[in-house]
């Protein structure tokens, strides 16, 4: 049987228009799951949006309509994001489906019949920007910690009992150091826990856009009880009838948020699963923020940088590949357009692209616009680079397991790269004079060597990949992880080939 592979990006706040950083995140979860199919796991890839809470309410006032319309239209912008960046995702949530509801209600029965949930009141401090509660002690300035506008609630309210949890979250963190990563996030976490958790609010009564409360009308749920439970809803966790699917695929096997939200996922949903005895997802990864030329991304400031536009102008793989390059997973990053538009024309255009140009080209022009069949006389310098990539498969493997991706790509510019020095040390055009068949076994390794890397960088750049796999003829059943062992037969008739990445 195929192993199943679980991952999901954050259900996003439907207040606002998709924006890079929410592209960041589906984009690092779109890698890894075309990866892991690639490696043959049947994988189940899911994204969604936030719908509920005070502050998609707010939103929808603010625009005059009422939430259901306001949640519709929204919505429709981050399911355009999806073909907009070439997302794979098998699946896409909405919070306010039935199935979803059905699953909140679910999941709070069993933590009330559990003993976890009681009714009390609450008062504090409620930030809406980041829908979460904060006591006294942890306002900054008369602010929530990440600089939200606060506002004092009193109102009753049921509790989860979260305090009762600390020890068993702790003992779970140190029998799963891979759980929380990267390690500074984990350290953060643990801190957090150490230093003592409250109970939790988990639902309110002052406003009404929001899954109701079984047997009480007066309440509806925490939006962020919510929210996390979408990664239940999607895998049929509501599904009476046939468990199947939940049991296939849950546990996830990662979620991918960002470091903003760490602390919902790695204390509170880790809870709530214990509390409602329920398996723990496998990992949670917190990757860092951009920031535009050196500032916070944010609508007030006017600088939020729009991926649709950003496609439009530079294109989807060149905008994929270089968010993944240009920042080690898990930093911060700055987004600087001519950053973007060096990697363009130096990765892209110039080692990359120009390999398969001028490699393509040579086959077309010299060898009756045929790739040579594969020769049996391979030298020292063509099995080095035929089986550089072949040879530390396994680490690919790993680097994606690590959320590595930049590491990822810089070992196959170092391939690239030394093609394009045996290439020009090979010489192939002066081979084209005095020894004919040498230069075709230099093509040849060249164009194998080309498969195996595009093979390997189908998650990334998957368009690109594509066309360069189409334009070597390569069957479509022959572009999984394991074909980069095979080696090309030759004998190959190809066409001219014209430029991947045009440069800016
Ligand atoms: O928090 N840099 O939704 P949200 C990098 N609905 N990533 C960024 C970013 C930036 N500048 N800005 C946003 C929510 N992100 C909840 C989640 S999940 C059960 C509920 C990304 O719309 C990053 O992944 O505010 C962050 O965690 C997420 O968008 C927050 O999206």
Redesign the pocket.
Known sequence: MRSTYYITT????VNDVPHI??A??TLASDVIARFKRLDEYEVFFLTGT?EHGQKVEAAAKNNGVNPKEFVDKVSENFKNLLNCMNFSNDSFIRTTEEKHIKSCQKIWKKLLNNGNIYLDKYSGWYAVRDEAFFSESEIVDGKAPSGAPVVWVEEPSYFFNLSKWEKKLLEFYESNKDFISPKSRRNEVISFVKSGLKDLSISRTSFSWGVKVPNDKNHIMYVWLD??T?YLSACEYSNEKNDEVFKKFWPADIHM??K??IRFHAVYWPAFLMAADLPLPKKVFAHG??TNEGNK?SKSLGNVIDPFQLVDKYGIDQIRYFLLREVPFGNDGDFSNSQLINRINSDLANSYGNLFQRVVSMIFKNCNEKIPLKPNNFNIEDLTLINSIKNSLNDYRILIDEQKFDQYLKNIWVIISNANKYVDEQAPWALKKNNFERMEVVLFTLVETIRQISILLQPFIPDTAEKILDHIKIPRDQRKLESVGFILKGNIKISLPSPLFPRI
């Open positions: 954050p259900i996003y706040y950083g929410h960041y995140t936030d929210a996390l979408n948020v960002g903003d939200i923020w951009w991304i």
